[in-house]
């Protein structure tokens, strides 16, 4: 990330505030650094707080930002703080409060440059037009969706991601992978789209498990850094669809994590939509290099179990029990994610509450 | 393209200006029919003149646009069509002068809206930021580049292709495909592209002699429909090099229509380029599915083999002298094509005068 200093955006700006996550603050010292010999004014905050950003720790971000008033923030770390550090270069400045935005473009005008850097290969917000906060009054996970949180800049490099631990390569990983699976299967799919979804895809599978297994595999970090790429950048043509909407009160309500929640619905979201996208499931298939089975059908399941096993060697659990969810809890997501309108309208099969409990009781 | 009536942008417009090719007149009908019952104010103009669109044409358009004063501007034809269409958007209510805006980011501001829908496989203006005009004094050709010149929606409808004859289906063909090379070998190629330009070059070469030959074929005609547009999506981000700054003069001074020009130049500038693109000429023929050869070298000098031999097959002329063009023009060729740094910039290997010169002595 040496050449950070030298981004014309970087370099155009007078103040710099970065956002950077605890875990790669040495990586980052050497830039840093150039950034502040080069003349420019810079502040670092670190962002180590766990789980899903908050209204309320995004507020004392901003604070913090509007006193520094930068003309460029710079984002560097997972989903958290990427969204994190999309909404402050968005509402630095902006007389829109965090609390009137979610929606979609509802948020307008940001007025200072933002550049984003991911450290895991999952999130895809470097590459979107999404920001995730959580409302904590009601554990609600609320998206803000706006052309103007799509980053000026992106830096994409695998180097950052190598000393990501082996639990969260693999929950990142599948998260990417949904993205690309979800686009590719979904209501609203299109050709432009396509055919980052299906390289995505092929990248993902194909590398997942070495990055589990050796983090420093540099070649198995790169392949994962571009198929999250590909997958961000079906996020805000396409989007995500039911995995991403029935996940949603995984994550709120019980603070699993984004990756996690994804991962263990995936496997069965593709099963319940079959029906709807046999082909398309089949044609998923050739990407992983599953073998064709005799009908479409087999393929299809087929691929479903090659995409269970990959998970499962991972180290991802299966079922809802081992993350500590009960059967109490299913009416509460289920209702949770069927308010998720703006996901769901996206599947390719319709979800009703019955379906939703059916998917979690599977999983189970 | 009977929805056309329905297209939101449409349905929230009072005015609408169509321009349309003289070819597909007939073919649009029933649609001009229904976007008038609807109860919108409908201008149709006809367009029916040969060559690039000079200045002086597209100045008479807008005089017509600016009385008319529509909200919205729906372009039907091919690359002159689609361009003409798009200044209209931008410059109708726009104190710009159109003299004053060609170069990059010049242009600014469009009010009203536009829809592309191309009637070749080709041109990619329906997806780009480009529009080109011919300043008659000089005959030389200027761009004019502007995100403001990206149609709010296109619509891609191989049906209205199946009419155009086969020397324009050939030629027109060939540009897209040199879309997709020139992005693919680009210097400043990039990964989020490349997919684009992989499927574009996979699915014009598969196609572009059975749409030769039977001008009916939809299968063919979809195909190429499709590799047209990842042609086009190649053009924004990261543009065409050398063969189309080398055409430049052929199509300004010597009115080659545009895809003829790259057509004939496509496989020597390939040529002239291999020392820089050796391994990604030879990745362009694993997605023609041209057989590998012993060493990358003998891959790619099969590859360009190929694309001669395409290019022959479906008609169009190999020499220079075949369309009039003879050894007294080639400095004055070579003078202009150098002017235009813009997209020799983005070649991957340098191109002096003596080059240029040596490109079109041996394809005289």
Same mark, same amino acid.
């Given at each position: 990330?040496?050449?950070?200093?030298?981004?014309?955006?970087?370099?155009?700006?007078?103040?710099?505030?970065?956002?950077i996550?605890?875990?790669?603050?040495? %990586?980052?010292?050497?830039?840093? /650094?150039?950034?502040?010999?080069?003349?420019?004014?810079? $502040?670092?905050?670190?962002?180590?707080?766990?789980?899903?950003?908050?209204? &309320?720790?995004?507020?004392?971000?901003?604070?913090?930002?509007?006193?520094?008033?930068?003309?460029?923030?710079?984002?560097?770390?997972?989903?958290?703080?990427?969204?994190?550090?999309?909404?402050?270069?968005?509402?630095?400045?902006?007389? *829109?409060?965090?609390?009137?935005?979610?929606?979609?473009?509802?948020?307008?005008?940001? =007025? #200072?440059?933002?550049?984003?850097?991911?450290?895991?290969?999952?999130?895809?917000?470097?590459?979107?037009?999404?920001?995730?906060?959580?409302? $904590? $009054?009601?554990?609600?996970?609320?998206?803000?969706? !706006?052309?103007?949180?799509?980053?000026?800049?992106?830096?994409?490099?695998?180097?950052?991601?190598? &000393?990501?631990?082996?639990?969260?390569?693999?929950?990142?990983?599948?998260?990417a992978?949904?993205?690309?699976?979800?686009?590719?299967? @979904?209501?609203?799919?299109?050709?432009?789209?396509?055919?980052?979804?299906?390289?995505?895809?092929?990248?993902?599978?194909? @590398?997942?498990? =070495?990055?589990? @297994?050796?983090? &420093?595999?540099?070649?198995?970090? /790169?392949?994962? !850094?571009l198929? !999250?790429?590909?997958?961000?950048?079906?996020?805000?043509?396409v989007?995500?669809?039911?995995?991403?909407?029935? &996940?949603?009160?995984?994550?709120?309500?019980?603070?699993?994590?984004?990756?996690?929640a @994804?991962? #263990?619905?995936?496997?069965?979201?593709?099963?319940f939509?079959?029906? !709807?996208?046999?082909?398309?499931?089949? *044609?998923?298939?050739?990407?992983?290099?599953?073998?064709?089975?005799?009908? $479409? =059908?087999?393929?299809?399941? %087929?691929?479903?179990?090659?995409?269970?096993?990959?998970?499962?060697?991972?180290g991802?659990? *299966?079922?809802?029990?081992?993350?500590?969810?009960?059967?109490?809890?299913?009416?509460?997501?289920?209702?949770?994610?069927?308010?998720?309108?703006?996901?769901?309208?996206?599947?390719?099969?319709?979800?009703?509450?019955?379906?939703?409990?059916?998917?979690?009781s599977?999983?189970?």
């Amino acid at each position: 990330m040496k050449d950070l200093a030298e981004d014309v955006i970087i370099s155009e700006s007078g103040k710099v505030l970065l956002l950077i996550a605890k875990p790669v603050m040495p %990586a980052l010292e050497a830039t840093v /650094s150039s950034i502040k010999a080069s003349g420019r004014t810079v $502040e670092v905050l670190e962002y180590n707080f766990p789980g899903e950003p908050s209204f &309320s720790l995004f507020e004392e971000l901003l604070v913090t930002s509007t006193a520094l008033n930068p003309d460029c923030v710079v984002g560097v770390g997972g989903g958290s703080v990427l969204d994190c550090a999309k909404l402050l270069a968005a509402l630095t400045g902006n007389s *829109q409060k965090v609390q009137d935005v979610p929606g979609t473009n509802i948020l307008k005008g940001r =007025k #200072i440059s933002l550049i984003c850097i991911p450290t895991t290969s999952g999130t895809g917000s470097e590459m979107s037009p999404n920001a995730i906060l959580l409302k $904590e $009054e009601t554990n609600e996970k609320l998206g803000i969706i !706006s052309p103007d949180l799509v980053p000026d800049a992106c830096y994409i490099d695998p180097e950052l991601t190598v &000393s990501l631990p082996r639990k969260f390569t693999a929950e990142t990983g599948i998260d990417a992978l949904c993205h690309c699976i979800e686009a590719y299967t @979904n209501k609203f799919a299109h050709p432009a789209v396509d055919l980052y979804a299906l390289k995505g895809i092929e990248l993902i599978s194909a @590398n997942l498990l =070495k990055a589990c @297994n050796d983090g &420093s595999d540099i070649e198995a970090r /790169s392949a994962l !850094s571009l198929g !999250s790429m590909y997958g961000g950048l079906c996020l805000g043509p396409v989007n995500t669809s039911a995995v991403h909407a029935l &996940s949603y009160g995984l994550g709120g309500k019980f603070h699993i994590s984004h990756g996690l929640a @994804n991962a #263990i619905l995936l496997p069965e979201v593709l099963k319940f939509n079959m029906p !709807s996208t046999l082909s398309k499931t089949a *044609q998923i298939a050739v990407a992983m290099g599953v073998k064709p089975c005799a009908t $479409e =059908k087999e393929t299809a399941k %087929a691929e479903i179990e090659f995409i269970r096993e990959l998970s499962k060697s991972c180290g991802i659990p *299966q079922h809802l029990t081992e993350i500590g969810i009960t059967a109490d809890s299913l009416e509460d997501l289920a209702t949770i994610a069927l308010n998720v309108k703006r996901l769901l309208n996206n599947n390719p099969r319709e979800v009703s509450f019955e379906d939703a409990i059916g998917i979690y009781s599977r999983i189970l």
